[in-house]
């Protein structure tokens, strides 16, 4: 049975999946553990490591950690080009929190 390219597929769908599947896409790309983020950004822990100034085994333990200080998760996210930001999410709005952002890593 002859294969058929995945964008030749989706545009023969209807409209409402191709949105529904966008959407899904989109749900899941907002939301990673770290460990997947950091390869989303096709970074190794070892450069990662380098880039923060620590071992290797210290990325892997941030990447496993249910809690973890925000200064780490910050100098993490930061080592991988992004900035932290912390959100309260309510059913009728979210906000940002901003008493985080400037401590030092």
């Known amino acids: 049975m002859p294969t058929k390219p995945f964008r030749e597929l989706l545009d023969k769908m209807p409209a409402?999946?191709?949105?529904?599947?966008?959407?899904?896409?989109?749900?899941?790309?907002?939301?990673?553990?770290?460990?997947?983020?950091?390869?989303?950004?096709?970074?190794?822990?070892?450069?990662?490591?380098?880039?923060?100034?620590?071992?290797?085994?210290?990325?892997?333990?941030?990447?496993?950690?249910?809690?973890?200080?925000?200064?780490t998760l910050a100098g993490y996210i930061e080592a991988l080009g992004g900035k932290l930001e912390i959100r309260a999410v309510f059913p009728d709005r979210e906000m940002r929190i901003t008493q985080f952002e400037d401590f030092p890593n």
């Open 16 to 71: 409402h999946r191709r949105r529904r599947i966008a959407r899904r896409v989109q749900k899941t790309l907002a939301a990673m553990p770290l460990e997947e983020l950091r390869k989303a950004r096709r970074m190794t822990q070892a450069r990662l490591a380098e880039t923060l100034g620590v071992k290797q085994g210290e990325v892997s333990k941030i990447e496993h950690r249910t809690d973890v200080y925000l200064s």
